[in-house]
């Protein structure tokens, strides 16, 4: 079955930096779209950020944008978000998942990891 993990969450002070990474196995990420989701507690999941398979564009929620930056190293099999400036609302469980179509909406995902907890607090 195909698997992806999802690590990198954590504590951190407003302003702080913190790098997720999605590692995939079982198969190749180089043909799928990869976006990274989050849900914080009583809201619906919302797509933060996603990236194409093959040309590597890129798509961000307004909320991040100039914060966050998505990449992929299909060497490592592994798609990054890398956060700055975290804010208090960008707290939530984290989400990568893979897909056919580059669009970040969750229902046109069909592979999910488990999940990683970001949580932003003085």
């Known amino acids: 079955q195909l698997q992806l993990v999802e690590s990198g969450g954590g504590l951190v002070q407003p302003g702080g930096s913190l790098r997720l990474s999605c590692a995939a196995s079982?198969?190749?990420?180089?043909?799928?779209?990869i976006g990274w989701f989050r849900q914080a507690p009583g809201k619906e999941r919302e797509g933060v950020s996603c990236?194409?398979?093959?040309?590597?564009?890129?798509y961000y929620t307004d909320s991040v944008k100039g914060r966050f930056t998505i990449s992929r190293d299909n060497a490592k099999n592994t798609v990054y978000l890398q956060m700055n400036s975290l804010k208090s609302e960008d707290t939530a469980v984290y989400y990568c998942?893979?897909?056919?179509?580059?669009?970040?909406?969750?229902?046109?995902?069909?592979?999910w990891g488990q999940g990683t907890q970001v949580t932003v607090t003085s």
């Open positions: 079982r198969f190749t990420l180089d043909y799928y779209a």
């Open positions: 998942a893979a897909s056919k179509v580059f669009q970040p909406v969750p229902y046109e995902y069909d592979y």
């Open positions: 990236i194409s398979s093959s040309d590597s564009r890129t």
